[in-house]
């Protein structure tokens, strides 16, 4: 784990990292697409986002996220995560982004893939897993870093009202004390 993500960091472009972030700025509607263990990493970003009040959607069901990616416009942004950039049901929520003008990132540890083509921006992550795998592990560990990086650099943009969003949205748990 610790090697994927060294090895991300040297992979990352600080320009891509900072194209991203205005993207997330600027858009409407932040809408994260991922299957499998990928859609882990997508459900944990849009925890993070919707915690300093940016309106963001993920969807357990691949049907909803192709819906998801029919209804987007040139306003929304689509960020994707597909370690492999072959998985055809993000090809498909990926054309139909780009048919209705979105734009789209995509975090893959592969930068020659079908998806990759489709994408205005890839953030690489550090391929250091077969392809045909008995678990993702490292490979989820690098996307949840770059998730990490974005978060961390989208908050600094603004850090006072985003610190005091967070403190609001903080949810007290009783620890039995």
Not at 19 to 48: C, R, Y
Request: aromatic share 8%; charged share 20%.
């Amino acid at each position: 784990n610790v090697i994927s993500i060294q090895n991300t960091a040297k992979l990352l472009n600080g320009n891509d990292i900072e194209k991203t972030v205005d993207l997330i700025e600027k858009s409407d509607n932040v809408s994260f697409f991922g299957m499998g263990s990928s859609l882990l990493v997508a459900k944990d970003a849009s925890q993070k986002f919707l915690r300093v009040d940016k309106i963001c959607h993920v969807f357990d069901d691949w049907h909803l996220q192709l819906m998801m990616a029919k209804n987007m416009t040139k306003s929304d942004f689509a960020l994707i995560f597909s370690y492999s950039g072959q998985t055809e049901e993000m090809i498909e929520c990926a054309e139909a982004v780009k048919k209705n003008g979105g734009c789209i990132v995509l975090v893959t540890g592969f930068e020659n893939s079908p998806l990759s083509k489709l994408s205005d921006i890839i953030l690489p992550v550090a391929a250091t897993e077969y392809l045909f795998r008995s678990g993702a592990m490292a490979s989820r560990i690098s996307q949840m870093n770059v998730v990490d990086i974005l978060y961390t650099a989208y908050i600094n943009r603004n850090y006072e009202g985003y610190a005091k969003r967070i403190s609001m949205t903080h949810i007290i748990k009783d620890l039995g004390e």
